[in-house]
Every structure is written in C-alpha cells, then in structure tokens.
C-alpha cells in the first residue's frame, strides 16, 4: 500500500474531489487561501463568486495546470496534488475551459479523435506490428468520437472545419472532447458564456444527462439560474477564501454572498 492512497469501505467511497486546505500565492498575493471543498459521486456541485474571487485559479489547482503552495488535493482517494494533468485524466478528471479552442481548420469529427486516450497507434512500433489492432482501435475511436457528437447535438457538422461554430456549439463541442476520455468527474468552466438561450437548454440537458449517468459534476458559473437548476449544494468564494455553502437559495440569500457580490446594494 502507498502513501498516496488510502484503502476505502466500499459503504463510504472517497468523494471524487477532496480539496484539503488549498493555497496559491503569486509573488506575494495570495489567490487562492486555505480553500476546502468536496464533491461527492455523482454529485453537482456550483462554484462561485465574484471577478477575482479565485475560482479560475482553484479549477487550475485541481485540474493540475498549477500546483498549490499548500494543502492536498483528492481525487477518488488518491492524493494529486503535485500530479500532471494527464495524470488526473487517467484518474478520471476532465476539464473545459472557459473560452474553447478547438482546432480551427481540423474537422468537427478531428477535433474530436486528437482526444483519444492510451491508442496504440500513437506508437511507431505498433504501426508495423500490429496493424489490424491499430485500425481496429481506430474505428472504435471514430464510432466514439461519431456517437458523442450525436449527444451534443452535432452530427449535422462533423465535416465541417471547427472554426465555422458558434460560441454555443463550441462549447458542446468541447463537452465532448472531454468525454472522450471517459471522465468520472468534469469541471464546467462557466459553460454558459456566450451561448444563445437555445443552445444553453441543450448543454443544460445534456450535463443534466452526463450526471444521472453517474458523472460528478463541478460548475463554475455566472449563471444563477443555471446553477440553481444543476447543482444542489453551491460553494462560494470570496478574496480566494470559502465565504459560503449550501443549497443554491440559502447561498443566494446569504448576506456575506449578496455583499460580496454587490457591495450590500441588493
């Protein structure tokens, strides 16, 4: 047994992310301070705040593309905290970003298989000694890659160069790059912006759908209303700290969330 994890009753699983006091300083300031959250299986959890209250930086920190000054990080009862991305993506954590960028002059569909994980067509050697197992592989990616663009919606497009979507569509489209790691948990930078209220019931819908499949679902969000119809249980930051937490209205109705937020003029 290692350090890194620690055995579970199969009763009481780890939280899929466990944040343990998280810190980020940049040249004396500090960004995120002494931060702590959960998310639960199969759990939706909002994440919010004001501009710079932290929350960029502590998706950062748990996606892996910064590490913390201090504290711990848990995902599905392994301790990441000094992990690489591509490591959390193999415990099963994927991220979107807030402003995708896909591959502009790469098809929809291409967008979509550079996401394939662990092909061993990757490999020079591969390629020469096991060629049937590399088309075979790769046929399964395509059927993949073809069946994630029907749940979000795209099909009609997968031809097409990325660059012709809207702002909307990229945001599906980056949904289901992520899915083609088979993620058991993704954090949502604030999938909302930017999209026409259209598109934004079919990523509601579709996120609605990853979660009762089982996915666990950290949201980053302006939205209030689309996080009161998500998640049950909203975290909010403040100045990099944790200034509340609850259910979306008893968050929404909080003094300190309505001051931080609005300089006490509600």
């Known amino acids: 047994m290692t350090a890194s994890a620690i055995p579970q009753s199969s009763a009481h699983p780890p939280p899929m992310i466990e944040a343990r006091r998280l810190t980020k300083r940049f040249f004396g300031m500090t960004a995120v301070d002494g931060m702590s959250l ?59 970003f807030q402003i995708p960028k896909p591959f502009a002059e790469m098809s929809v569909l291409e967008n979509l298989l550079v996401g394939g994980q662990r092909q061993q ?14 088309r075979a592989e790769e046929k399964a990616l395509i059927e993949k890659a073809r069946g994630l663009l029907d749940f979000v919606t795209l099909s009609h497009l997968e031809h097409q160069p990325a660059r012709v979507l809207s702002g909307g569509q990229r945001k599906l489209l980056e949904l289901a790059r992520v899915l083609m790691a088979d993620p058991d948990v993704i954090l949502l930078d604030e999938p909302a912006a930017g999209v026409n209220p259209a598109l934004l019931e079919v990523i509601i819908e579709r996120v609605i759908a990853l979660n009762k ?32 937490e609850g259910t979306p209205a008893d968050v929404a109705s909080n003094p300190a969330v309505i001051e931080a937020y609005l300089g006490g003029g509600a």
């Open 121 to 134: 067509g990757e490999g020079l050697i591969a390629n020469f000694l096991k060629p049937a197992t590399v």
């Open 213 to 244: 499949q089982g996915k666990s679902i950290l949201l980053i969000e302006h939205n209030m209303d689309m996080v009161s119809r998500l998640c049950t249980r909203v975290v909010a930051m403040a100045l990099g700290r944790l200034l509340a």
């Open 38 to 96: 959960t998310v639960g299986r199969q759990e939706m959890v909002g994440l919010i705040g004001p501009n710079g209250a932290g929350k960029t930086t502590m998706f950062s920190l748990i996606a892996g593309s910064m590490q913390p000054t201090s504290g711990e990080l848990w995902i599905a009862g392994r301790e990441v905290s000094r992990e690489a991305p591509e490591k959390r993506i193999g415990h099963g954590l994927a991220r979107t």
